[in-house]
Each structure stands twice: as structure tokens, then as C-alpha cells.
T-cell receptor, first 115, second 112 residues
């Protein structure tokens, strides 16, 4: 059973460009979470999605960031008009259910560098 | 809101000696607590979790943690460090149903 897949693993964008980060959850998992890790910091929750629904986006910046998890295909975290401060590692996690008893399994992350 | 505080940003030990990584939590109700490990340029791996069952929790790779309500602590220990244990360790508390709140991390350095 393949784990959580993220691609690309490394992404370089110039200021003002768009960044698209993809996350394929583990097989059988329908809940996806995105976290951001700034340099020398812990992970910060961004958004929690189920298929075709955003459940909790309380950690998402109000502008330029969006996330989706369509019925078919991977979850996408989209950052428009990137700025240097967006440089970070973005981690995706998945779980089979949105219940307390289910742990989150993390992917290897996408490291975004904005030049 | 739930939070965790990792008291040491770096811990250095020699191979074969005990490991202690400290974590204190703040929670208005019985928390769900976790320890995750992150090796360089890798994703996070769950070491162990506490969900109000036994207060002493055993995890993978010889790690264990003890939940102490009176001290609001959830320290991670291992009797004998191995070189492969060198990594970043995160203490984590669950907030609400699914949001995880991470501490700032403790970097464990293991010398031969």
C-alpha cells in the first residue's frame, strides 16, 4: 500500500508566479490535511478537506491560497502570486475517517522556494 | 485552544545513553497527544500516541512516553540512543476533531 504521495518534491518559483502542489492520499483515505512548515518552526495547520468539501480552512491565509480535493484526482494546494514569505515545506496528510480514532499519515512534503 | 511547549530546541546525547525529550501541554479537556519524528528531508512518522488509555505509551523503535496529568507533561524517552535516532521530534496535540497542533520541535543529536 503506497503511502501519501506529494509532487513535486521541490518547486522553485519566481515572485508573482503560481505554485501548484499535489497530494494523493493513501488508498482508501478520503480525508486530506495540509500543513506548512516555515524554516526552523513546527508545522502549522492550513486546511482540512474531504472529497469535494472544505471542512476547516481556519489556517489558510485569506488571500492567494486555495485548496481543493475533487471527486477524482489528487488534492491541490494552489498559491497565486507567490512571495518570498511563501517559501516553506508543505506537507499533506491523510486519514480514512474524520474521527478521533484515526491517525494522520504524512507525505514527504513539497519544498517551495520563491526566488 | 490546545498547545504544546517543547522545552528544548536541541538535545545532544552519546550513543547508548538515555534520551529524554520534554513536552508540556495545555488543554482544557483530556487531550490526545502524539510524538512524531522527522528525518532530514523526509516526511513525518508517528512514533506513538496517547488517547486516554494507559498513561505509559510504548511506540516504535524503543521509544515511550508517559502522560502525567498533574504535571501536564508528555515526555518522550528511550533507554539507549542509536545513531539512527538523530532527527527532529515534534510533540503534537489534537485540537477539535482533526486539527493537529505542533510544538516547535526538538533536534536530537547523537554522537558516537
Amino acid at each position: 500500500n503506497a503511502g501519501v504521495m506529494q509532487n513535486p518534491r521541490h518547486l522553485v518559483r519566481r515572485r508573482g508566479q503560481e505554485a501548484r502542489l499535489r497530494c494523493s492520499p493513501m488508498k482508501g483515505h478520503s480525508h486530506v490535511y495540509w500543513y506548512r512548515q516555515l524554516p526552523e518552526e513546527g508545522l502549522k495547520f492550513m486546511v482540512y478537506l474531504q472529497k469535494e468539501n472544505i471542512i476547516d480552512e481556519s489556517g489558510m491565509p485569506k488571500e492567494r491560497f486555495s485548496a481543493e480535493f475533487p471527486k477524482e484526482g489528487p488534492s491541490i494546494l494552489r498559491i497565486q502570486q507567490v512571495v518570498r514569505g511563501d517559501s516553506a515545506a508543505y506537507f499533506c496528510a491523510s486519514s480514512p475517517r474524520g474521527l478521533l480514532s484515526y491517525e494522520q499519515y504524512f507525505g514527504p512534503g513539497t519544498r517551495l522556494t520563491v526566488t | 485552544a490546545q498547545s504544546v511547549t517543547q522545552l528544548d530546541s536541541h538535545v545532544s546525547v552519546s550513543e547508548g545513553t538515555p534520551v529524554l525529550l520534554r513536552c508540556n501541554y495545555s488543554s482544557s479537556y483530556s487531550p490526545s497527544l502524539f510524538w512524531y519524528v522527522q528525518h532530514p528531508n523526509k516526511g513525518l512518522q508517528l512514533l506513538l500516541k496517547y488517547t486516554s488509555a494507559a498513561t505509559l505509551v510504548k511506540g516504535i523503535n524503543g521509544f515511550e512516553a508517559e502522560f502525567k496529568k498533574s504535571e501536564t507533561s508528555f515526555h518522550l524517552t528511550k533507554p539507549s540512543a542509536h545513531m539512527s535516532d538523530a532527527a527532529e521530534y515534534f510533540c503534537v496535540v489534537r485540537e477539535g476533531f482533526q486539527k493537529l497542533v505542533f510544538g516547535t520541535g526538538t533536534r536530537l543529536l547523537v554522537s558516537p
